[in-house]
């Protein structure tokens, strides 16, 4: 029973570390992958100190770099905080292991004497001639051999547990360097943290001193992003209005198939919302309910980028805007993709650079500042199809991404993939 017990304590172990190294794993990948959007954002940084010229794109740049850096010293924090507890769960384990040895060997070593006391084939068979009866000698035969197995089974779990023990007290001190490295991680990442935001701290004091000019700067880009924002409404709108139209054109086709083949009028349709109408068809409604059934799994407009810019109400100085998407700083020369199956509604060039509305169904997605396109209006697109280039105009390389239901602009964040 004892030997089952520490085989059994054994199995619980071995999951317990399968789930630590699944969860090890999770952080590592987090980090790294934080990591990657970090060195994104200091390639576009340093490009942007080039220019010698501070804009709106590298003070959100600079702050969503710090929030990264935060984000990575916490993902440390939780890696080392699960090694402390695989290294008291280990160290617990070792501590178990060497005293079920211990008393392993004891119970070996009384076996052993008492093997040597009776090892002689004389002593043998005075023990079996000894018994009362032919029934009682044979199990005596028999309790000798099954002796004989024990001894050998227990000579197998000594070096079975002596190896466990070992491999055990690897891990240990694996375990007790990599919590040595990763405290060291965290105090560079500590040191860099405060060099950027000492950096800010410099940024925000020349935007503060500037700030007229910045504020006309933001008046500026308000003003062209809600010509856009305009435009994107009036194009989803003349969509709902073409829906429509289309519907009713059909009402009337069939009143008068009716009167002209003598048949009662069919009942006029009745008046519906604008999903409705975007749905009317069932290939519409089909492409509609598989986007939303994706909601949360989208994939990104770009391969590899960082959101500096949330959805909704924004404040930059003394000036307030609406942001009816999210920004994505990006690689220079990124190209843009589809996240979805849909249609090309409109591309429109703005001011040097191009916008792309996509329907899906009830739904409209939006891809904005694009220095070229590769479709045109009334192609298909599929899932990561390109659909053009991110603009590099000097500045910071960024997209603006929007989803919308209908008319109403949607958070990107929930519906994209995280």
């Known amino acids: 029973m004892k030997l089952y017990r520490l085989f059994f304590f054994l199995f619980l172990m071995t999951f317990a570390v399968q789930g630590f190294s699944q969860n090890s794993a999770q952080l590592k990948r987090k980090k790294e992958a934080i990591q990657r959007e970090i060195e994104l954002l200091q390639r576009n940084l340093k490009k942007a100190a080039n220019a010698k010229k501070l804009t709106l794109s590298e003070i959100r740049a600079l702050n969503t770099k710090i929030d990264l850096m935060q984000s990575k010293i916490t993902v440390i924090n939780s890696e080392i905080k699960n090694l402390d ?122 935007f503060s001193k500037q700030e007229r000019q910045y504020n006309q700067d933001i008046s500026k880009r308000k003003k062209q992003q809600q010509a856009i924002d305009r435009q994107i409404r009036q194009a989803i709108q003349r969509e709902i209005a073409l829906a429509k139209k289309r519907e009713e054109e059909a009402a009337r086709a069939a009143a008068a198939k009716a009167r002209a083949e003598n048949k009662p009028a069919p009942e006029a349709p009745k ?27 989208l994939p990104w407009p770009v391969a590899q980028g960082s959101i500096t810019e949330g959805f909704g109400r924004h404040r930059e100085g003394q000036a307030s805007y609406d942001n009816a998407g999210i920004t994505i700083q990006t690689a220079a020369g990124a190209t843009v993709r589809a ?41 298909n697109v599929s899932t990561k199809q390109s659909i053009g280039v991110v603009a590099d105009t000097g500045d910071i390389p960024e997209l603006q991404f929007q989803i919308w239901r209908g008319s109403v602009a949607q958070n990107p964040q929930a519906w994209i993939a995280k």
């Open 85 to 206: 507890n695989q290294i008291h769960e280990n160290t617990n384990t070792v501590r178990s292991l060497k005293e079920q040895l211990a008393h392993l060997k004891k119970e070996y070593a009384g076996m052993i004497r008492f093997a040597q006391r009776n090892k002689n084939a004389y002593d043998k068979m005075m023990f079996v001639f000894a018994a009362k009866d032919f029934n009682q000698a044979y199990k005596r035969i028999k309790y000798m051999q099954q002796f004989g197995q024990y001894r050998k089974k227990q000579a197998a779990y000594i070096q079975g547990t002596e190896k466990n023990l070992n491999n055990k007290i690897v891990i240990l001190d694996k375990s007790l360097k990599e919590k040595s490295n990763l405290l060291r991680e965290q105090e560079n990442e500590k040191e860099i943290l405060g060099k950027n935001k000492t950096q800010r701290s410099a940024v925000l004091n020349k």
């Open 271 to 297: 008046a519906k919302t604008t999903a409705g109408y975007l749905t009317a068809t069932p290939e519409s409604a089909k492409l509609s309910a598989a986007f939303e059934s994706n909601r949360g799994g």
């Open 339 to 379: 996240v979805f199956n849909g249609k090309v509604s409109r591309v429109m060039n703005n001011l040097g650079t191009y916008f792309v509305l996509i329907k899906h169904g009830e739904y409209f997605t939006v891809y904005q500042n694009l220095t070229s396109v590769s479709v045109s209006a009334g192609d």
